[in-house]
């Protein structure tokens, strides 16, 4: 009887035993897989309550109030002032020249001397002139006697009228040749055509001098122009008489009032821009023609303004703007004060001052020194030590 085939008997032979599973194996896979929950667990609540502590402290901590220095918008009257950039020139100014060719015989001036209109400057050589000149008066003489022996034989009706009219006409050539000398004469001696400062001396007796070669230059300082230009928006303001301060770089701190006195009736095509030209009384004689000058233009006040110190505004590419002091109610019922970033329309700025067209009213109380430090929405106080004097502006170079 085959056993492999007999009923209700296994196939498998008798020698195989029953496979075991590997419990140890998974028992270890249970045990590192509930380690690694456990990691990830901790992990994910360690970074949920770092993150919960971080906020809470930044919630709770507040920075000290921040030490500052303010000051109070206040309403006033700016000047309204009108600036532009020019140079002086002289009222009289000439370079003096010779009419006429000559050597230069005798030189009558100073170089830097003060002179008087008509004074005596450089004498050129007129020994041929004058030599004319004797010779043209000699018969002027001869021309007169001759005339009044014409005219007196004439009244007797001895003469005829002719030789009278010969004799005038004589008479009148000698006349007309002293004058010609004479005018010649003069060009020979170069004067001085009006009161001024004599400059830098150009040339030496024994030269000779060809006409409108420059001598000397004369200068007359005690009126000077200030020529500057202004633009077609800003010219609508300006009319003849109203007061211009110059300020010149010689002499800083110090500013010399002057008027208007002519305002080009053209505007400039390429440049839009209006000539201006105001008087400037130079009794000291310290201006200088040629000099650089900063013009400032007098107008009619305008309404009053608010203003606050030019240190409490930011100029920034994304507006101006002012730190406004405002008082919040603390939970503990204290009061504090709090710096809020406010942007305002700020306009001209004048002596340390500037103007706020909008954005602040009279009475708001803005920081003044300490801007740095801050962020709109931090606590402030007020700082006891005085408020820094305005640098003085920067020389010009």
Known sequence: MNIVTEHKISGKPITDKPHKRPVRMVRWLIIVGTLLALLVGGLVWFNYFRGKMIAQF?????????????????????????????????????????????????????????????????????????????????????????????????????????????????????SAGIAKTEAIISQKLVRAPFDGELGVRRVEVGQYLTAGTQIVSLTDLSMLYANFTVTEKDSGQLKVGQIVRIAVDAYPGRTFEGKITTIEPQIAADTRNIRVQATIQNPDKILKPGMFATTTVVLPDKPPVVTVPETAVDYTLYGDSVYLLSEKKEEDGKTSLIATRTFVQTGKRLEGRAEVLKGLKEGDRVVAVGQLKLQSGAPVTISNDPVPAIPAKPPRY
């Open 58 to 174: 930044f919630a709770t901590m507040k920075p000290p109030p921040t030490s500052v220095n303010i000051a109070t918008a206040t309403t006033e009257t700016i000047p309204n002032l009108l600036t532009a950039v020019g140079d002086l020139a002289a009222v009289h100014q000439v370079n003096v020249t010779s009419d006429v060719n000559g050597r230069i015989t005798d030189i009558q001036f100073t170089a830097g001397a003060s002179v008087k209109a008509g004074t005596p400057l450089v004498q050129l050589f007129d020994g041929p002139e004058q030599g004319d000149l004797a010779n043209f008066k000699a018969q002027q003489r001869v021309a007169q006697l001759s005339l009044d022996r014409a005219k007196q034989l004439a009244e007797r009706q001895v003469g005829p009228q002719a030789t009278v009219d010969n004799a005038q006409a004589v008479f009148d050539q000698a």
